[in-house]
Structure formats: C-alpha cells, structure tokens
C-alpha cells in the first residue's frame, strides 16, 4: 500500500506541475478564452476544461518538435491530441497569441496555415488545401480575426486584420482587411473598419446580397420619384 500511495503522489505532483507550467506560459490563452466565451466561468474551469487549451498546449510542444525535424514525434503528439480533444491541428502550422478555439470539435487547421494574434476559431472550421501543389497551400489569418462555426477557408489564400468569416462560408479567394464573408462561395462585404469580435454580434453581420438588393430598391426608388 506504501509503494501505491507514493506512485499516487507522484502522479499527483506532476499534474500539478504541469498545470502550474501551463497557467504561466498560457495565461494569455486562458484570459483571451475568458474574455471570448461568456461561458467561462473561471481561469481554473479554462485551465482544467477547454478542449481548445490543450490542443494548443499539444500543438505548442509538436511544433517545438517540428521545427527540430522530430516529424514522427511531432505528429504522434499532434495525433494523440486529436484523439483526446477532436480538433486536429498539424504540428507545422504557426500559431500566434492569445488564440482560442470555442467548443472546437472537428476543426483541422494544415500543415503551413498561418494564424496571427487573437483570433478565435468555432467549432468544424477548417483551414485546408486544395491540391497536392507543395510548399505553401494553406490559408494565412490575419490578428483580430474571428472565423464562424462550419466555415472553410482553403487554399494559399490571406484573411485580412480584423475580419470575420460567416459560419459555414467557403472562402477560396484573398479577404482584405475589415470585412465579413458569408455564403458558397464567400462573399466579401466591409464591415466599417469595426473589430466584431468584442462583441461577437454574430446575427447583425453585413450581408452583400441583402446591401445589392437594397441598394437595387433605393435606386429604383429615385427613378421611379423622377418619372
């Protein structure tokens, strides 16, 4: 019983070092999570809960891996924390700060995707390839980017600073800076330069076919007032 007791202490220390280490090298993950989920009831519940924190906790040691050209490590990580969280993200892509991934089942982001700082992914996007084409063939997310639930976004392809991907959009074209995307294929709209995200008011984003048809209306409305 003395021998079990102590390997139980053991186990025990090391699961609390090993939070303590994330708390202090992630802590900016975990307050980004909190400020963008409404959800989030606490740092403790972010540190011990979000599946989304530990696939980028995992990512973090396999691309570190990546980079020194372990590539079977690299991967096994990256799949073993597939399996435990269900979101695939391959150890050869770069991530910035104070990245979250809310709920986050399904998503898979490729090997040379490129995500800045603060943005925020929903659950099934995917930032995939097109082809079997080498070198770069996956997206670039600019910061303060956020993509909704369902969306693809595929291809050597850039989304501007400040923009926002409708859910389930398939965008396969460059998105400039300060816009929103909705629809098959995405349709680009400005969004006024605002950052969404704080508010993440998901239901009042512009729609470009709704402001072409208005527009449509007014202009057929002063024709008709000059006739």
């Known amino acids: 019983m003395t021998c079990i007791l102590q390997i139980l202490l053991i186990i025990l220390a090391i699961v609390i070092i090993k939070l303590t280490l994330i708390a202090i090298f992630f802590y900016q993950d975990i307050r980004a999570a909190q400020k963008k989920d409404p959800a989030a009831k606490s740092f403790l519940e972010v540190l011990f809960l979000y599946q989304g924190l530990h696939a980028l906790v995992a990512h973090r040691i396999a691309h570190f891996f990546y980079r020194l050209h372990i590539f079977f490590l690299a991967r096994l990580i990256s799949q073993v924390s597939r399996w435990m969280t269900g979101i695939e993200i391959h150890p050869g892509a770069k991530i910035g700060k104070r990245f979250f991934i809310d709920h986050g089942m399904g998503v898979v982001i490729g090997e ?116």
Do not use: C
């Not at 700082?117 to 980017?145: A, F, M, S």
């Not at 995200?197 to 998901?202: E, G, I, K």
């Open 112 to 227: 040379t995707s490129i995500i800045g700082d603060d943005v925020l992914l929903y659950q099934g996007v995917t930032l995939g390839g097109t082809g079997l084409e080498k070198g770069k063939r996956h997206p670039t997310i600019g910061n303060n980017v956020v993509v909704g639930g369902g969306a693809k976004i595929l291809g050597n392809i850039s989304v501007g600073d400040n923009s926002y991907i409708g859910a389930n959009a398939v965008v396969i074209k460059d998105v400039p800076a300060n816009s929103t995307v909705v629809g098959v294929p995405g349709r680009i709209t400005k969004q006024d330069g605002k950052k969404i995200d704080v508010s993440l008011d998901h239901i009042h984003v512009l729609d470009p076919i709704m402001q072409s048809i208005e527009e449509l209306e007014k202009r057929i409305e002063e024709l008709e007032k000059k006739n």
